[in-house]
């Protein structure tokens, strides 16, 4: 709980993730907001309008609260370490925060305030910056008009530069330091690997801008132990790039696994949907008592996320690198393009503890 906007607002979060704000004296009355994916089990007061949350996900959280808006990430103990307390300093230069890792962690947001040299010592607490990426960059909502922007036309692709051309200018306009600072190298830290389908593009799914995710796409999300393509990007981000997260993504109304379900030929996608027929045959007894068609192709996508996710951590990149003490979790999720939500499947793993032991190798 805290208390803000000079004593006369309350604020408080729930295992739900919903925060509730209540005006002082109108205890019977308290607003409620949704936007929180995970139970809120710590808060803070950051200035009179932002706050900050410690969520059962390990992330610290930093929320304006007239509008409710989420602003970014401010920290992050790993997923198994739900935050227990958060607190600011007096000097507003750090924010600790304990999880259940059992470790004091302290966080520099000294950044997020402006700086007034000139300032009395007994001024007020300054506002906090929310300095965002460019908008161009933000998620675009999902309408006719922002999906059908190519001109078929446009047999040279003159438009297409164009628009390039004026993005760019725009850009810089809104950040000037942006794409010279991401230029200079790449430091993601998630792994997406997910269908081609281009309705689910990594970074819209995820709203992140350029420089935040490293990506690999193929037909359905496989993960195969004989594709070379994945393997390789798999290594670059574990072994180089340090990524701390593999995101394995599926997605309804994939077409790749619908015609795995089925019987026809394609040709030679046949055997690389072959992968996905596996997965069902692993699963037969399951998907089968789905009387549904539906229901049963929903679940065989997210079955197929969940063994990509798994062949992820059958592979010595992975393995070797959890016994480095790496701090990396592989993620199994699926998106549903009729809402544009992505949601966690229940399958998640941050070390060797779920493999089966066949599976397990040993660097000497």
Same mark, same amino acid.
């Given at each position: 709980?805290?208390?803000?906007? &000079?004593?006369?607002? *309350?604020?408080? %979060?729930?295992?739900? @993730?919903? !925060?509730?704000?209540?005006?002082?004296?109108?205890?019977?009355?308290?607003?409620?907001?949704?936007?929180?994916?995970?139970?809120?089990?710590?808060?803070?007061?950051? &200035?009179?309008?932002? *706050?900050?949350? %410690?969520?059962?996900? @390990?992330? !610290?959280?930093?929320?304006?609260?007239?509008?409710?808006?989420?602003?970014?990430?401010?920290?992050?103990?790993?997923?198994?370490?739900p935050i227990e307390a958060v607190e600011m300093d007096h000097h507003q230069t750090y924010l600790a925060s304990c999880g259940h890792d059992l470790q004091l962690k302290f966080w520099n947001v000294q950044f997020l305030f402006e700086q007034d040299t000139t300032a009395e010592a007994t001024s007020p607490p300054p506002p906090l910056k929310r300095k965002q990426k460019p908008e161009l960059f933000a998620t675009p909502s999902f309408t006719t008009h922002t999906m059908n922007r190519f001109d078929p036309?446009?047999?040279?692709?003159?438009?297409?530069?164009?628009?390039?051309?004026?993005?760019?200018?725009?850009?810089?306009?809104?950040?000037?330091e942006f794409l010279h600072n991401i230029a200079q190298k790449q430091s993601p830290k998630i792994l997406w690997i997910g269908c081609s389908d281009s309705r689910v593009p990594a970074n819209v799914v995820l709203a992140l801008p350029p420089g935040e995710v490293f990506v690999h796409r193929n037909i359905a999300n496989v993960?195969?132990?004989?594709?070379?393509?994945?393997?390789?990007?798999?290594?670059?981000?574990?072994?180089?790039?340090?990524?701390?997260?593999?995101?394995?993504?599926?997605?309804?109304?994939?077409?790749?696994?619908?015609?795995?379900?089925?019987?026809?030929?394609?040709?030679?996608?046949?055997?690389?949907l072959r992968n996905i027929k596996d997965v069902y045959r692993l699963h037969q007894t399951e998907l089968e008592s789905h009387q549904d068609a539906t229901a049963r192709l929903r679940r065989l996508i997210e079955l197929n996320a969940i063994n990509s996710a798994e062949n992820v951590c059958h592979s010595t990149i992975v393995q070797n690198a959890w016994a480095n003490g790496q701090k990396l979790t592989v993620h199994a999720w699926a998106f549903d393009i009729e809402d544009g939500v992505a949601k966690r499947l229940e399958w998640t793993a941050s070390n060797g503890k779920k493999l089966q032991s066949i599976y397990v190798t040993k660097k000497d």
């Open positions: 709980m805290a208390v803000i906007e &000079d004593g006369n607002k *309350v604020i408080a %979060g729930s295992q739900s @993730g919903a !925060l509730y704000t209540w005006d002082w004296n109108q205890w019977d009355a308290s607003r409620k907001w949704l936007g929180h994916p995970n139970s809120i089990d710590a808060l803070c007061k950051l &200035d009179e309008q932002v *706050v900050c949350t %410690g969520g059962s996900d @390990g992330l !610290l959280r930093m929320i304006s609260v007239q509008p409710y808006k989420f602003e970014g990430i401010l920290g992050d103990h790993g997923e198994d370490f036309n446009d047999e040279n692709l003159d438009g297409i530069l164009a628009n390039n051309k004026k993005w760019a200018a725009q850009v810089m306009k809104e950040d000037p993960v195969s132990h004989s594709d070379l393509n994945c393997l390789s990007v798999l290594q670059y981000a574990v072994e180089v790039l340090k990524v701390e997260h593999i995101i394995v993504c599926g997605h309804y109304n994939c077409g790749g696994v619908t015609a795995a379900q089925g019987h026809e030929q394609f040709g030679l996608i046949d055997n690389w």
